[in-house]
């Protein structure tokens, strides 16, 4: 890779830049060292977090250092949200969330080598510094008519909850980051999402001001899906990195059922294939959509990449599996809960007749629409299709002692627990 800018205009992740000239030239002479800031303001990250993890990944590659800063200090402050205050965790929830990250975010980074990553703490610098200090050494090179400017901070000052002191303060802490790492390490670049653009800014202004020097911020665009709802959430909540949040069969789903309109960009920005791989997959998409090849690509490149391989090969034949083609049985019980979890459920106390399921879970309006899926030959239980209109479920049906996965048709599918 010769000019890592223009790789990051190809994949659509240069959304703003201090001075793109005087970057591409820096990256030229580098390497460069350059930093993220993730704050832990819940145990895990998630799928917005990865596009900065990936973002590093990419400078990396090219050649530059990369400094992972976990917020230990600025956790505990909290950054401005845009209607209200958030809550602030007490230091130890937020001290083991700081190594929950930091172990999530090392797993990306290669810590070997002349670029070897490096892990920073903000709390490391900030837990023994004073407020005399803070407002002396740093708090004077800050302007107040410059930081209500910031649009985080703008926007909660028309808004009915206002703004504290301590979330206004953010940016100053947040800025005192990146002129640490420019003291420290010669860090000379800030990357970020285009949201945090002001409080980017704030560090390189502190820069400037401080030690007269010109350094760089980098925002990626905010990510938006073609039909309306919020990238990396899904209807049962956010896309987690933490197999125990979000489980690699439900994260594997998430990319597999991709909108179309979606999937070359989500390509650009998550894959590391080539321009010509990910220029095929975008062929192939808008020749051959019902193949869904893009999506399998992109699903099964980042199942392998934040749970491992087992993973995929766990949730593609659970995928697999619950459309008829493989053995649910073979499933093991955490995969198959995985799976079933993302369907459709009737909870039950006792089983009864097959007909009541179809109905109970929803497959079915009626017992007469059941039957009639089961006269047609449309009905299928565990991928067995279910001949008798009069079949009842018994014990030995139940997969791992505990579900049914009902099937209508081709690909209408439901879940039966019996709760016991």
Known sequence: MTDIVDE??????????TDEDALRKAFADGPVTFYCGFDPTAVSLHLGNLVQILTMKRIQLAGNKPLGLVGGATGLIGDPKPTAER??????????????????????????????????????????????????????YFRVNNMIAKEAVARRL???????????????????????LYRRHGCMLQTGGSDQWGNLTAGTDLIRKAEGVAAHALATPLITKADGTKFGKTESGTVWLDPELTTPYAFYQFWLNADDRDISKFLRIFSFKSHEEIEELERMTEEAPFKRAAQRALAEELTVLVHGQDQLDRAVAASKALFGQGDLGELDAPTLAAAVAELPNAQVSELGEFVDLFVATGLSASRSAARRTISEGGAYVNNTKVEDEAAVATPADLLHGRWLVLRRGKRNLAAVELMR
Request: hydrophobic share 45%.
């Open 87 to 140: 809550v602030l965790n007490d230091p130890a929830t937020v001290a083991d969330w700081v190594g929950r990250l930091r172990g999530q975010i090392e797993r990306y980074l290669d810590f070997d080598g002349p670029n070897a990553a490096e892990m920073v703490n903000n709390l490391d610098w900030t837990s023994g510094m004073s407020a005399i200090n803070l407002l002396r050494d740093v708090g004077k």
């Open 8 to 17: 990051l205009k190809w994949r659509g992740l240069l959304a703003l830049s």
């Open 158 to 180: 028309n808004s009915e909850a206002g703004i504290s002191y301590t979330e206004f303060s953010y940016q100053v802490l947040q800025g005192m980051d990146f002129l640490e």
